[in-house]
């Protein structure tokens, strides 16, 4: 049942330029949430939206949700070397109550080059 | 240090073999979760727990067990029933849920291979 539909799959950009990615999905949610993951290593949360909210900022990121769409965005501003990992929206749909179940999306690779 | 250790990092199993990998919080949460990631893939739910000596089928049960005797811990057993076992097991855990406990933290991650 993975909702989540991620794009791009991979974004490739210099340091200093802006990396927008994208998410969809499909049932009625909580909350919208994005991690980061560095190759082999475990997911870090970044930033959570909830479904009343349609914009979000925390340093360097600003994350959009739209529910009319089920689509979200999340933008890394002025991009560096350390910010090259996979990213990942994860969706708390409204049916899964409090248990805390997440629905990952696929993921996009962000590569940042020097 | 307050966190999510899991081991192994690297765990081979034999053919016909049931493994078990280790989940252990000292976060003080009461809920924890095991996700299976293949290669360029998101992560699928196997297996949750909301409290101690309870736990929840998530999308892909089928070929593993959990246990949750203590709240600290969540091990997963990877049993010979599930056929196509390799890839990389991540657990997770949350605190009680309200309104301000809704993020997971994750542990490294334990990478399970066939021999």
């Known amino acids: 049942s993975q909702q989540g539909e991620e794009d791009p799959q991979a974004l490739s950009i210099q340091e200093g330029e802006n990396a927008t990615m994208n998410c969809s999905y499909k049932t009625s949610i909580n909350n919208l949430q994005w991690y980061r993951q560095n190759s082999g290593r475990g997911l870090v949360h970044l930033i959570l939206i909830r479904s009343n909210e349609r914009e979000k900022h925390s340093g360097r990121l600003r994350v959009t949700l739209d529910t009319s769409k089920k689509s979200s965005s999340l933008l890394i501003t002025a991009s560096r070397a350390a910010d090259t990992a996979s990213y990942f929206c994860a969706t708390d749909a409204l049916s899964s109550g409090n248990t805390g179940k997440l629905i990952f999306g696929q993921g996009t690779t962000l590569q940042v080059k020097p | 240090d307050g966190g999510i250790t899991q081991s192994p990092k690297y765990l081979f199993r034999k053919e016909g073999q049931n493994v078990t990998l280790s989940c252990e919080q000292n976060l003080n949460h009461d809920a924890m979760y095991w996700y299976r990631q293949d290669p360029g893939q998101g992560l699928r739910l196997i297996y949750y727990?909301?409290?101690?000596?309870?736990?929840q089928k998530g999308d892909i049960a089928e070929g593993y067990s959990v246990s949750r005797e203590k709240k600290e811990s969540f091990p997963l057993t990877v049993t010979s029933a599930q056929k196509n076992p390799t890839a990389f097991y991540l657990c997770a855990s949350r605190a009680r849920g309200t309104s301000a406990n809704e993020k997971l933290f994750f542990g490294s991650g334990t990478q399970l291979s066939v021999l």
């Open positions: 727990s909301q409290i101690v000596n309870d736990f």
